[in-house]
């Protein structure tokens, strides 16, 4: 799941203090769960050991802003002006940690992660235009993430989908699904075709199908890949 939360697969190191507490991390947000994130990134924060640890430190907020951004859309839909304004403060903080320099890392990779943060802190105030989503992923596509970058790839495309757009989007859906399965990303395997089920986007041959047409008996890009 974390691809799904705009995190690339590899910007922890395996070992570190805080290597357990990011998997957790992700495990939380994957089950739903973003206050038991915010908690857990609030505890790495207060932690001596936050600096000397840059992948995983990235890691933990990008993970942390997408958990937030959970929060203010659930608090939004009760009313709970507080909530929202809550996430947005944490938000605002994490994002501009993981803008912070980090050295060692290459440029393209600072640029996309930044602009991740940029763009998980944006989507507090509601969602996020297409190409605000296609942005970031040719970032993380120069920045040699392609997991990461078909996650974006499908926000755009389901942001697309939102205001009525549907040109193309099937054939930029089978490249997601493509890449998600030379992966093994089954999250991200997953959700790309539930989303192609549901907008009638037919992944096998990269067409969108009209309303009235019969859907596909089956969606997929080929037998045995999924």
Avoid: C, F, K
């Avoid at 909530?83 to 600072?110: C, I, K, Y």
């Avoid at 944006?122 to 190409?131: K, L, N, T, W």
């Avoid at 970031?136 to 495309?157: D, H």
């Avoid at 989007?169 to 490249?175: D, G, I, K």
């Amino acid at each position: 799941a974390r691809e799904l939360a705009g995190l690339p697969p590899d910007l922890d190191a395996a070992e570190g203090p805080w290597a357990g507490s990011l998997a957790t991390a992700e495990l939380h947000l994957a089950s739903d769960h973003p206050g038991l994130v915010r908690d857990l990134v609030a505890a790495w924060l207060a932690s001596p050991a936050a600096a000397a640890w840059p992948g995983q430190r990235v890691g933990l907020l990008l993970t942390g802003l997408a958990a937030e951004t959970e929060l203010a859309t659930a608090a939004r839909v009760r009313g709970d002006a507080v909530g929202v304004a809550t996430a947005g403060d944490r938000a605002d903080r994490l994002s501009a940690a993981a803008q912070a320099p980090w050295p060692g890392a290459a440029a393209p990779l600072r640029d996309a992660v930044a602009a991740a943060a940029r763009v998980q802190r944006s989507r507090i105030a509601g969602p996020v235009a297409e190409p605000v989503w296609t942005a970031l992923a040719v970032a993380w596509t120069e920045a040699g993430r392609p997991i990461t970058a078909a996650a974006a790839e499908l926000r755009a495309v389901e942001s697309a989908l939102a205001h009525g757009h549907r040109e193309g989007l099937a054939a930029r859906a089978q490249h997601v699904l493509m890449t998600a399965v030379t992966a093994g990303a089954g999250p991200l395997e997953a959700r790309i075709r539930d989303l192609a089920r549901r907008a009638r986007l037919d992944l096998e041959t990269g067409t969108a199908q009209a309303p009235g047409e019969p859907a596909a008996a089956g969606i997929g890009i080929g037998g045995g890949m999924g």
